[in-house]
């Protein structure tokens, strides 16, 4: 499949007759952008917490680690020599993934297999493959990659009293097997190369079955889950649990049972178990608890040690020349698609593909096979698992195939180690970003948000640059609101500064810019009550100024009335009422504005107050302040006795309703004026769509105080 026939980038070529030449790809997102309506304020945020990452609303989204301000760690994946530097102190580390030592052929060191003996843990097909190795001498283990299936293959010709291992090489042909097979009694063969041209077959089996009976060996061949076999049934092999590991290992390092479950205690150990790792760092991390229970090492560097394996993993990923560009493009779109539907990481790491081989060569057109790995492949690959979920689409909730990865660490640290320590690729990702954005999904729009949130905690000035300003400057309104949730993504991953440049943009000379900084608020506040008092100042400093036409107005209404549809509302509606001895303009915004979050049908006001458990004088007092205002104001008047006939409406189909407005008409009236005010509209108020009036209003009139 051509770049010609995949969503690729347009490339120059030769024309029938001159056409204009187009703006960059990430500025033609912006030039070409309609003039259209902006999505509704409580649409947007819906939008925005259905389909953005879930670790990114957690009370807490901090991340150490090198790539988030931390100490640069690093043990993990497949095989790692040398010093490694772990959070204060360099220590010397060889560990090895499930290959194993570089054994091209011959003799397994003794005290290598006795030294695993010591520390093995059986899982179920063991007991499996153990009667097939002793009744027919050969068995085959297939299963995947770092899944120890080298230790089991040694641990079964151990259990069968072997001593003596040789290890074949991989490269032998399948029928030259046979031709391998020494004096040893037992010989081990990991990781055969095959392929669909060279498949294992089961008359090659037959014949070093022969062998070994002649020789009174034993032989065990492992393979990767996917590899080519021609008549032979394998024993599957599924590894045991980290935990069953872990307790394994310190069994051995410390002996008394006591001291491991002391060990298995510590919080370190606890998170470490409840994120997903390979058998050799779960080894690596038993000597480092092993280290800390002799006294020389600490809590701390127990923490970092899983940070850094995760690290680790990522960084071997992107310098594994070995691994094809297309599955690289692959894990960049898992990360921003991680616990989403598949088929969207899959379609949408295809166009990253395009992009990225024209960074690497430009002068070749770019090509994507039609057909690929399977999914399960594809997913051992990144270490991730698929599963069907519900997804919230304007339709309802639909089935859908969702893949995440098994430690949710690794999509954050993926994406900021590309952006960070990859710098050739980020012509190419700021693209593809760019498109994401443009997307008509509202998951992939999202996701765009939510991948340059990522970037933005890693690299502010660069994604300010490169993505945020040219979203936020945008002449239409859904570039400005991908801006808009980067930035409140962003500050919720911590990101510096954010605060301040919301301030700021709410008093820029771009109306583009004060359109985004208003809507972040809205986003971020009902998220972070503590932002409150800043936003009503600087969407209140905004309209100090004047200037507004009619159309930021309305926006700056509409997201007030946003701030007050979750967390703390009553905190929320004291900070406004500060506002209602501001300047006129300002009052009439904060007017305006309450009375759009009292008639909201979504998080409205009354839903709130009904719930809302606090009737004391000063617990009321923060809605009734507001409500009294606005019924006074000549300007608002009209539009408040509207809003509190929508809630005598609500109060006559929902007793919790009429409950809560039964306690809060006294405090709106206040004077002979309110009182009378409030009585005529009870005793005048129609039913609803030509009904009889509603009998609730009745029983209000009951709760007003004789003036």
Partial sequence: MSAAEAPAPERTGEPAAPEPVAPPDHLSAVAAEPEERPQEARAARRELYDHAPEFMFKASASFGGSLVGGSQHGVSGGRVDGDVFMGGKTESHHYYGSAGPAHASGEIPAEEVEGLAAVFEESGPFATALDRLRAERIVVLTGAHSTGRRAAALMLLHRLGITTVRALDAETPPAALRDQLGDAPGHVLCDLALSRGKPLKYNHLLAVQDELRKRNG????????????????????????????????????????????????????????????????????????????????????????????????????????????????????????????????????????????????????????????????????????????????????VPQFVARFQDDRIARTLLEEVWTGHPSARPALIRWIHRLARDGR?????????????????????????????????????????????????????????????????????????????????????????????????????????????????????????????????????????????????????LSAFLTACEAQEDGLLAWFAEDEDRTPSGIGALAGPWRAALADPEHTKAALNALRSWVYEADRHPSAEEALTALLPALAVTAQDAARLSHLLRTLPGEHGGPPPEAAARLLSALPSR
């Fill in 442 to 590: 509202p998951v992939v729009r999202t996701r765009a948000a939510a991948t340059a949130a990522m970037l933005t905690a890693a690299d502010l000035p660069s994604a300010m640059a490169l993505l945020i300003d040219g979203w936020a400057t945008a002449r239409g309104y859904a570039p400005r609101l991908i801006a808009a949730n980067t930035l409140t993504l962003s500050h919720l991953l911590g990101a510096p500064a954010v605060p301040r440049i919301l301030s700021q943009w709410c008093l820029d000379d771009h109306p583009a810019r004060r359109w985004t900084a208003v809507r972040a608020y809205a986003l971020l506040v009902p998220l972070r009550p503590e932002q409150t008092g800043q936003a009503l100042e600087a969407i209140a400093a905004r309209i100090r100024l004047g200037g507004s036409d009619e159309r930021e107005r309305n926006h700056f209404i509409q997201s007030t009335a946003l701030l007050l549809s979750a967390g703390d509302r009553r905190a929320t509606l004291t900070e406004l009422g500060g506002f209602l001895e501001d300047a006129p303009p300002v009052r009439a915004l904060v």
């Fill in 218 to 397: 034993h032989m065990v061949i492992t393979l990767e889950s996917t590899a080519a076999l021609t008549g032979i049934t394998p024993v599957p092999w599924e590894p045991p649990s980290a935990a069953a590991v872990l307790r394994a290992h310190l069994r051995h390092h410390v002996g008394e049972e006591s001291a491991v479950e002391r060990l298995l205690g510590l919080s370190p150990v606890r998170d470490f178990l409840a994120h997903a790792h390979q058998l050799w760092e779960v080894r690596g991390f038993a000597e480092e608890v092993a280290a800390y229970d002799r006294g020389s090492g600490s809590l701390e560097e127990l923490a970092a040690f899983s940070r850094a394996s995760v690290e680790e993993q990522v960084r071997q990923w992107f310098g594994n020349e070995q691994l094809s560009l297309r599955d690289k493009s692959f894990l960049i779109s898992l990360a921003v698609f991680d616990q989403a539907p598949y088929p969207l990481a899959a379609e949408l790491a295809d166009q990253l593909y395009v992009l990225l081989q024209e960074t690497e060569d430009p002068a070749r057109t770019p090509e994507i096979p039609v057909f690929g790995p399977a999914i399960a492949d594809r997913l051992r690959l990144a270490r991730a698992c698929g599963y069907e979920e519900y997804e919230s689409t304007e339709w309802g909730q």
